[in-house]
Each structure stands twice: as C-alpha cells, then as structure tokens.
C-alpha cells in the first residue's frame, strides 16, 4: 500500500459536475481530491481487504442471529423494546440486505482491523463505485499509473445485482434528506441502480411519507409504498411519530430492520465477546464494563450511535490526541483498543471495504489530516498496480 502524488485532471470539477457528483466540494474544501492516489497490490487486496471482509460480514450476521434470541444483547444495544419484535421477525424471515461498508484500518503490513461497520446507512457511494473508475480511465490514459492498472471495485455491478434479487422488476420509493447535497445526490445514484436493475422509482422527501388510518405508508399521490430504501438511520426511524406504524405496515426496508443492530458501535464488544483475539478485530469494551480497564489509559471512546466520527476521543497515554464534538453518546458508548490509521505524507488514511448483494466489491480512502475520519475527510481513488 502506497500514496503516490500525482497530477490532478485540469477540468475534473467540470468532469464531475456533468456526471452528477455536485459534493466534490464542502464548505469551500475540496472533498475529491486526486492530487494522489493510493496503489494496493492484487495480493493485498484478495488476502487483506476481500477475504477479511466476508468473514467480517459472516461474524456480523451471526452476531444478529445471536441476539434476536438474546434480549441481554439488545438491551446493551440500547434498542427501544417495541421494536425487538420487529427486528427479530425481519431476520427471521430472511430480509436482504443490499449494501453496507466496513472501515478498517491497514496500513499494508498486518492485518485490517475493523473500527466501525456502516451497515445501515453508508454514504461514499457514487464516487466509490463511479468517479474513481473514471479517474482511473483517464489515470491510465494520462500514464499517471500503469497500463495495466486495476481497480478494486465491482460496486455499481453489485448494487445492480442486490436491486434485482430485492426489487423484482417492482417499484421502490428512495427517501432521505433530498434536499442535502451529498444525501440527496446518494439517493439519485442509488435510484440510478435501481432503474438500471429494471424497477420502477420514485424519489421523495422523508418527512413527506403518509399513512393511511390502518397505518400503512404511501407516498404524496397515496400509492402504497412496497418497498422503500430510506437514507434515513434506524435508531431515528424508532424515535419518529411514525415508528409506532412500522412493525404493522407491509412495506419491506432498505436495510432492512435487523440492521437496526449491525448500525450500533455496541457489535464492536459484542463481537470481540463472541470471537476474542480474532486478527481483524480490537479489543472493545462497554464503557461501563469493569473489562475495559484492561485496555488501560489508551483507547477510543465511541458514542453507541454517532456518524461521521462525531463525540469520539482518542487517548493516549491519559491524554486526549483528538477529538471531535456532536450531538451523540446520550445511549452510551464503548471503549476500543487504538489502532491508529497509517499516516502518509502528513495524512491518516481510512480503508472503507465495500459489501453489496452479500459479496465483498469495493474499496475506498478517506484522507484527514486528523486521525479522526469525518464528514470533511478527503476522497481518494485508489489502484491495483501489482
């Protein structure tokens, strides 16, 4: 794993905006940033990222299949009571999930370990599956990297797959924060999947979805919605006036209601608990577990539920390293052993390992100069070239 400075595209804001990512920059800072790009080996890939992320993914299913049989886990888990039914039933029935993204840290050497798993909700879509596959056509026509360079990532291929198993040919409603630039361009390329995949669309405002009197949800022109994709986390779907109708409506989720527990920095104990010492994983305890002070005056303390590196705090030695505020940590937080991002030229680099229609297929890099990702955190594309 490598960070190689390279020559940016003059005219790649224009190539972005015709393509339809109109996020690439936030707040005045870029936040695609192709200035270099990250180089893996074919072997690092299949052996480090790919491989470690199945079997990630297969503990995190038996982890779900564990705790709907095991209330203990789900009140650690702070997940309201009404709604273990509700979880328990979508599993039980076999509910598909269509995508979700772990974030490791790797540096190359050793192996990946997991900070967090974004099983409900994960943003970075489009410019993982699409801009960076341009930039690498043009990268490789610029011979800015090797003629025969790859790319790790089937993403956009996976998503097509994952909305024709799940949707049939059927109809999908796509809701979230619309008006959001990033949230809202995500739901357009997720509906663009969609169409592709054969299903017919319609994309609305969250806080525009009705109901009916025997509580069943419509969209503005009262259709029935059938199945819906909601960029929109489960623990505020609960919190909502509607949440009292979502157990007795027919409307099948994206995700689906059992990722309500794969969201929550509660797995990150719960599987160190379930598989200790296992190499892709850190020790993680509950804050209020006696065992976490076996992780001493070094850790990283995160909220239950948080995005975007929001309340987490690194220490070190005592000391706080970084930190971020928000307005998360009121359910709890957990305690994990620091495992620091690998550092280049000044910048800590997060690995975010795609998983799609149930098969690993994607890789991404976030870059900050903090060692804390977060919303602003730099995008950049990465290539096979050995």
């Known amino acids: 794993m490598q960070r190689i400075a390279c020559d940016e595209r003059p005219d790649w804001r224009a190539k972005a905006e015709e393509a339809g990512f109109r996020f690439h920059t936030i707040d005045g800072e870029r936040y695609w940033d192709e200035r270099a790009y990250y180089a893996f080996t074919l072997k690092e890939i299949e052996e480090d990222i790919e491989a470690p992320t199945a079997e990630l993914d297969a503990m995190c299913r038996e982890l779900v299949a564990r705790a709907v049989e095991d209330e203990r886990m789900l009140k650690v888990l702070r997940i309201p009571e009404r709604f273990w039914t509700f979880i328990a039933a979508s599993w039980k029935r076999g509910d598909r999930s269509l995508y979700g993204r772990f974030d490791l840290s790797y540096s190359g050497e050793g192996p990946a370990k997991l900070l967090e798993y974004n099983a409900d909700t994960p943003t970075s879509v489009f410019e993982t599956a699409v801009f960076q596959w341009m930039w690498l056509e043009d990268a490789k026509a610029r011979a800015i990297t090797p003629q025969d360079a790859d790319q790790y990532n089937s993403l956009h291929e996976r998503l097509i797959e994952g909305w024709r198993e799940i949707g049939k040919g059927g109809h999908v409603h796509l809701a979230g924060a619309i008006d959001d630039p990033e949230d809202g361009g995500t739901i357009a390329y997720m509906e663009d999947t969609a169409r592709q995949a054969g299903l017919a669309t319609t994309v609305m405002p969250m806080d525009q979805i009705g109901r009916t009197p025997k509580g069943a949800f419509v969209d503005l022109a009262d259709k029935p919605i059938a199945l819906m994709f909601k960029l929109y986390p489960w623990e505020w779907m609960f919190r909502e006036q509607f949440g009292a109708s979502l157990a007795g409506a027919p409307t099948r989720w994206l995700e689906p209601p059992w990722k309500a527990i794969l969201s929550n920095k509660g797995i990150l104990p719960l599987l160190w608990a379930m598989i200790p010492r296992h190499p892709n994983l850190l020790a993680a305890y509950f804050d209020e577990d006696a065992k976490a002070a076996e992780l001493g ?20 030695a005592g000391q706080a390293i970084d930190q971020d505020q928000g307005p998360y940590g009121a359910e709890g937080f957990v305690r994990q052993a620091v495992a620091t991002l690998p550092r280049y030229q000044e910048n800590y680099a997060a690995i975010g390992s795609w998983i799609a229609a149930a098969k690993p297929c994607g890789l991404s890099v976030r870059e900050d100069a903090s060692p804390i990702t977060k919303n602003t955190s730099r995008f950049l594309p990465h290539a096979i070239v050995g």
Request: charged residues 25%.
């Open 297 to 316: 005056d070094s850790f990283v303390r995160k909220p239950l539920y948080s995005r975007e590196g929001s309340n987490v705090t690194i220490m070190v």
